[in-house]
């Protein structure tokens, strides 16, 4: 079972999203939270993953490691952050990654993929909508330069191999 911690500073959405989470056999809610204690609640409940709606008003994704500051024993232990945005662009949830979420889903992710990204994120996969990841991809080959390979093959290639 999936311990789950619900945070939304809406307490509308926080409602629905609970109420989303509470029909999956796999996943537990331990707590729900408007995001004011959420270091607090998570030292208390000791959930493996949070989700967590982001306002649309925040421009900038949460740097979750630094903005969810945890006593030392508790720190060993961080759950895992799922962000639901409005829209999120590539470069918003390359920060957000950065920041130590484990996947951004965009407001409109339906409930299977809602509940597939906390399963996910309990084993410590990354998870992101298909069309995001692509405009990640994209965004990575026009930063980066291919790299040529600089020594040939250590071994060549036998006969029976060529």
């Known amino acids: 079972m999936i311990r789950a911690l619900v945070a939304a500073s809406s307490p509308v959405v926080r409602a629905g999203l609970e109420a989303l989470l ?3 056999a796999s996943i537990a ?5 408007s995001g004011d204690t959420l270091a607090d609640d998570i030292e208390t409940h000791e959930p493996q993953v949070v989700l967590l709606a982001v306002e649309h008003r925040d421009a900038t994704p949460p740097r979750i ?3 969810v500051v945890l006593s030392p024993d508790a720190a060993s232990r961080m759950p895992a952050f799922i962000l639901l945005a409005d829209a999120p662009s590539a470069s918003w949830t390359a920060d957000a990654i950065r920041g130590g979420a484990r996947s951004v889903l965009p407001r409109d992710a339906t409930p299977d ?3 597939a990204a906390l399963e996910a994120a309990a084993v410590g996969l990354v998870t992101l909508p298909a069309d995001l990841a692509a405009d990640l991809v994209s965004a990575a ?3 980066s330069p291919p790299r040529a390979s600089s020594s040939p093959p250590s071994q060549p290639l036998t006969r029976r191999e060529i």
Do not use: D
């Not at 809610?29 to 939270?33: H, K, L, S």
């Open 113 to 115: 993929e809602i509940v």
């Open 29 to 33: 809610i331990v707590a729900t939270t």
């Open 141 to 143: 080959r026009v930063s």
């Open 65 to 67: 490691a630094s903005s």
């Open 22 to 24: 509470a029909r999956s």
